[in-house]
């Protein structure tokens, strides 16, 4: 079973960001999900809030953040045709 390494850069950019900070789509694994309010994290778990609901994200799956608004991040997934390549930073497992 492969250890799981926790994203340093990912985590340190959660602590610094205010709770209620807009997030418009995480990528999570390679697949892009919906971001939403940022809320905090804790643990090694980032929590996010959409439309009443709480999504948590452990932080070491998480492959980047897409700030903005998410009408922008609709149409910057249109122009890039959501191809996702993967990241092979020392962080992955």
């Given at each position: ?15 610094n960001?205010?709770?209620g900070?807009?997030?418009a789509?995480i ?9 939403g ?20 994200y ?12 998410s009408d922008?991040a ?5 122009e ?12 992955h497992?």
């Open positions: 079973m492969k250890k799981r390494v926790r994203h340093s850069h990912i985590e340190a950019l959660l602590k960001m205010p709770p900070y807009p997030v789509q990528l999570v694994n390679g697949a892009v999900a919906e971001g309010i940022y809320s905090h994290s804790s643990n090694g778990r980032a929590y996010f809030q959409s439309g009443g609901q709480v999504a948590v452990d932080i070491c799956t998480i492959d980047g953040i897409l700030f903005g608004a922008a609709g149409e910057e997934e249109e890039g045709g959501g191809i996702i390549e993967p990241c092979n930073c020392k962080y497992y």
